[in-house]
């Protein structure tokens, strides 16, 4: 089992930063891959960001959303388990609860969650 911690989210200004920590814990070992997630009301989850990495903990990938390319940023800490998503030049449109997810080496879905944290980008 793997457990997921997100925090760092809050209420922003547009046109402000805001930067996510997903800590993991657990069997780490088995993942290989981290997404962030991001669901605001009435809409589907979508993926906004993931980061794929080695048996060694070498960055493979990463891959975002259309409309978040540019303003964030993926990136993992090797040594503390931890992925951060770096957002800058929030919007409105990027309100939403942000969820981190891992999936296991080999496998197809993302199999654990992080219970979410919002974020809140309103003048």
């Known amino acids: 089992q793997v457990q997921l911690v997100e925090s760092g989210g809050g209420l922003v200004q547009p046109g402000g930063s805001l930067r996510l920590s997903c800590a993991a814990s657990?069997?780490?070992?088995?993942?290989?891959?981290m997404g962030w997630f991001r669901q605001a009301p009435g809409r589907e989850r979508e993926l906004a960001a993931r980061?794929?990495?080695?048996?060694?903990?070498?960055?493979?990938?990463?891959a975002y959303k259309d409309s978040v390319k540019g303003r964030f940023a993926i990136s993992r800490d090797n040594a503390k388990n931890t992925v951060y998503l770096e957002m800058n030049s929030l919007t409105p449109e990027d309100t939403a609860v942000y969820y981190c997810?891992?999936?296991?080496?080999?496998?197809?879905?993302?199999?654990?969650w992080g219970q979410g944290t919002q974020v809140t980008v309103s003048s």
């Open positions: 997810a891992a999936k296991d080496r080999g496998g197809e879905y993302y199999t654990y």
């Open positions: 657990g069997r780490t070992e088995s993942n290989d891959a």
């Open positions: 980061i794929t990495w080695s048996r060694d903990g070498t960055i493979s990938s990463t």
